[in-house]
């Protein structure tokens, strides 16, 4: 099964920042990758699809890079609804898998 | 609007078996993955299984293969999930959750909570 890696766990950083956050899958999985945030009490919201497609609705100071096994998630200038926790998700082939999230707070 | 709503909270002993409920509406229920995704108190999400309605299809992930049931009633557009005996350890949150392009999760359901006693 395929294992994926997120990087850092957490991260402290402040309004207007720009950050961004890895996830590494163990074997290739192609543009198979997914990002979603997690604020507390709420369910996770998708936000890039196929490694670099933003969800609609989403805003575009997110953004989504990289294929085969290293994938990056960037926020170009952190607002503060940005502060939650941000996982990853292959879906290359079943079983599928999440990274442990990377908490984001603000510094 | 696409949704997923979950039905409410359940609190179980241990041993007591458990069906919880997802009711799809505004997509083709038939042709789309639905799947479920665990959440332990304060931890990350893990993904549990899914299936394609209109054929049956159920691919799990090995970690709850042969512990839980997936199934659907086309229908009524209803998603379930269910257990025959719970753990203690069985205590999390559930989402359910709709697969979208690229295998990713496009909508999940509010949650829901089950809290299992020992």
């Known amino acids: 099964d395929i294992q994926m890696t997120q990087s850092p766990s957490s991260l402290s950083a402040s309004v207007g920042d720009r950050v961004t956050l890895t996830c590494r899958a163990s074997q290739t999985i192609k543009n198979f990758l997914s990002w979603y945030q997690q604020n507390p009490g709420k369910a996770p919201k998708l936000l890039i699809y196929g490694a670099s497609n933003l969800e609609s609705g989403v805003p575009s100071r997110f953004s989504g890079s990289g294929s085969g096994t290293d994938f990056t998630l960037t926020i170009s200038s952190l607002q503060p609804e940005d502060f939650a926790t941000y996982y990853c998700q292959h879906s290359f082939r079943t079983p599928y898998s999440f990274g442990q999230g990377t908490k984001l707070e603000i510094k | 609007e696409v949704q997923l709503v979950q039905s409410g909270p359940e609190v179980k002993k241990a041993g007591e078996s458990l069906k919880i409920s997802c009711k799809a509406s505004g997509y083709s229920f038939p042709n789309n993955w639905i799947g479920w995704v665990r959440q332990m108190p304060g931890k990350g999400l893990e993904w549990m299984g899914i299936m394609k309605p209109a054929d049956g299809d159920i691919r799990f992930s090995p970690s709850f293969e042969g512990q839980i049931i997936i199934s659907a009633d086309e229908s009524l557009s209803l998603a379930y999930l269910q257990w025959s005996a719970l753990k203690a350890s069985d205590t999390a949150m559930y989402y359910c959750?709709?697969?979208?392009?690229?295998?990713?999760?496009?909508?999940w359901g509010q949650g829901t909570m089950v809290t299992v006693s020992s």
């Open positions: 959750v709709k697969g979208g392009a690229y295998g990713s999760v496009d909508v």
